[in-house]
């Protein structure tokens, strides 16, 4: 299931979203401007490899990604759930979330893989709590979204509880489908994080609260 758009409108311009994806979008064009030897060696350096965690390297990786489809997922996640928990928690609340989840996202992927030495990069995990927030404060809004049925694509509208439950539900099994596997031998993806990610966003959301204007709006209260 792709997300097209909601339904819950905003009030305010997102301006650290589109910062965010304009911090991503240029991080990923530093990339591509590297011959392979280099990229490797950048992404070894400043992703997260459990085996070796430096502790910096859970806040630059979360800007680096590993392909085109990589980096437009995550960015249009961030584009479509990002800037309704912006609005209501304004810019430092919402910055200190995205930072706080894909930090707790980081770590939870070093404690399920504390013996790999794969590199883990990409912001899937700040997404995640961004995605988290979203469910929290507005899980009936309505989301259009792009579903496969059999050969052909449809469209339809679903609550939003309903689709980031269920996205988190399969990261939860495909995690624990990939406990099998030997992390050591290939990479993949790291679905814990995005599991520490979206349960840091839950708890993150209702601590840092909405800005004292909002929380009085009907949205708010379902």
Known sequence: ??????????YSKPVVTLLLIAANVVAFFYELSLDPYSRNYF????????????????FSSMFLHAGWMHLLGNMWFLWIFGDNIEDIL?????????????????LTHVLMNADSRI????????????????????????????????VFLTTIELPAAVILVYWLVIQFFSGIGSVAHSQLAQGGVAWFAHVGGFLAGLLLVNLLRPRAPYRHRRDLHW
């Open 43 to 58: 992404i070894s350096v400043y992703g997260v490899v459990p085996d070796r965690l430096w502790y910096p390297a859970l």
């Open 90 to 106: 304004g810019r430092f609340k919402y910055l200190a979330l995205y930072l706080g989840s894909g930090l707790a996202a980081g």
């Open 119 to 150: 590199p883990t990069i990409g912001a899937s995990g700040a997404v995640a709590g961004i995605m988290g927030a979203y469910v929290v404060k507005f899980p009936r809004s309505r989301i259009l979204t792009l579903v496969p049925v059999f």
């Open 1 to 10: 299931m792709i997300p097209l758009r909601d339904s819950q409108p905003s």
